[in-house]
């Protein structure tokens, strides 16, 4: 059980008790509130003035659970139960928080020894007040989840793989070359060449180079080294450029809008005939997927 103190109201239940001193002069050992709803159960929250047994010092609260016919052999959960006093001197709640299991053979759990009966009535605690106490109780229903469950290879000592591509007519490409999808790793890629830039760019400044990951499956994301080249095949020259990235079944394409300024690529012997020549290197480097 924990204890704090809070200026948060209690959202489930506020309990006036007016005359408090006088509950046991009325015969009542214990009081059971109305009842409320949360985590599709009913609840009640019992205060028992002179203790759990009635022969104590101390008060005790207990809450348990009204509509027991609700629960079902199967029915097994945890819930987080609050028990608030009132402090009307300083306009505050002190909570005591704790966490219990319940099912169809534990439908009641409580504190019973919350406060003393002599720490509560004190005038200067400010808990009592005209000889009236504030009581409040808040029940919050940890819902059974599954947890999902993720299984991460990682690939050590992997063989980069490498794939060419010529592109004939490269002047001619208005909008992307696409390449035929590949396999790396069990999965499937595709590389996009834009010949004369992405549209955010000036068109005809630069040439646009990306992979794209195709079809993976729901959850699976694939960690890789990929080093994208363009060659010249006059004098051997190679402009390279690599990234590492997570890629996602959402399919986003990752590589470099500006790749290459095409005013170098002429310069540089990296257009042959009006052909282009590219290449990809993938290195898989870790795996994530859905473990059922």
Same mark, same amino acid.
């Given at each position: 059980?924990?204890?704090? /103190?809070?200026?948060? /109201?209690?959202?489930?239940? $506020?309990?006036?008790?007016?005359?408090?001193?006088?509950?046991?002069? *009325?015969?009542?050992?214990?009081? &059971?509130?109305?009842a409320? &709803?949360?985590?599709?159960?009913?609840?009640?929250?019992?205060?028992?003035?002179?203790? @759990? @047994?009635?022969?104590?010092?101390?008060?005790?609260?207990?809450?348990y659970?009204?509509? =027991?016919y609700?629960? /079902?052999?199967?029915?097994?959960?945890?819930?987080?139960?609050?028990?608030?006093?009132?402090?009307?001197?300083?306009?505050?709640?002190?909570?005591?928080?704790? =966490?219990?299991?319940?099912?169809?053979l534990?439908?009641?759990?409580?504190?019973?020894?919350?406060?003393?009966?002599?720490?509560?009535?004190?005038?200067?605690?400010g808990?009592?007040?005209?000889?009236? *106490?504030?009581?409040?109780?808040?029940?919050?229903?940890?819902?059974?989840?599954?947890?999902?469950?993720?299984?991460?290879?990682?690939?050590?000592?992997? /063989?980069?793989?490498?794939?060419?591509?010529?592109?004939?007519?490269?002047?001619?490409?208005?909008?992307?070359?696409?390449?035929?999808?590949?396999f790396?790793?069990?999965?499937?890629?595709?590389?996009?060449?834009?010949?004369?830039?992405?549209?955010?760019?000036?068109?005809?400044?630069?040439?646009?180079?990306?992979?794209?990951?195709?079809?993976?499956?729901?959850?699976?994301?694939?960690?890789?080294?990929?080093?994208?080249?363009?060659?010249?095949?006059?004098?051997?020259?190679?402009?390279?450029?690599?990234?590492?990235?997570?890629?996602?079944?959402?399919? &986003?394409?990752?590589?470099?809008?500006?790749?290459? &300024?095409?005013?170098?690529?002429?310069?540089?012997?990296? $257009?042959?005939?009006? *052909? *282009?020549?590219?290449?990809?290197?993938?290195?898989?480097?870790?795996?994530?997927?859905?473990?059922?």
């Open positions: 059980m924990s204890r704090e /103190t809070t200026c948060a /109201t209690p959202t489930n239940l $506020l309990m006036k008790v007016q005359s408090f001193s006088s509950f046991s002069k *009325c015969g009542i050992d214990k009081f &059971e509130s109305r409320f &709803e949360s985590g599709d159960y009913k609840w009640k929250m019992i205060i028992y003035p002179n203790g @759990y @047994y009635g022969d104590d010092d101390n008060i005790s609260v207990y809450f659970i009204a509509d =027991t609700s629960l /079902t052999v199967d029915s097994d959960f945890k819930a987080i139960i609050t028990f608030y006093i009132y402090n009307q001197k300083k306009d505050k709640y002190s909570s005591f928080r704790g =966490t219990a299991r319940f099912n169809v534990k439908t009641k759990w409580g504190i019973s020894k919350v406060i003393s009966k002599k720490t509560l009535m004190d005038p200067s605690n808990y009592v007040r005209d000889d009236i *106490c504030v009581f409040g109780a808040e029940v919050f229903v940890i819902k059974k989840q599954h947890p999902i469950g993720e299984f991460l290879r990682l690939v050590e000592h992997t /063989t980069p793989t490498k794939h060419k591509w010529t592109i004939p007519n490269f002047s001619k490409v208005e909008d992307v070359w696409g390449s035929e999808e590949f790396v790793g069990h999965h499937k890629w595709k590389v996009n060449l834009h010949p004369k830039g992405v549209a955010s760019l000036p068109k005809g400044r630069y040439m646009s180079f990306f992979l794209e990951p195709r079809g993976f499956p729901p959850h699976r994301r694939v960690k890789a080294e990929v080093s994208m080249h363009i060659i010249s095949v006059l004098n051997g020259l190679e402009r390279s450029k690599t990234y590492n990235h997570w890629f996602t079944a959402s399919g &986003e394409e990752r590589g470099f809008p500006k790749f290459i &300024e095409i005013a170098d690529m002429i310069a540089g012997g990296f $257009l042959h005939r009006d *052909c *282009c020549f590219v290449e990809v290197e993938i290195t898989v480097q870790a795996i994530a997927k859905a473990d059922h």
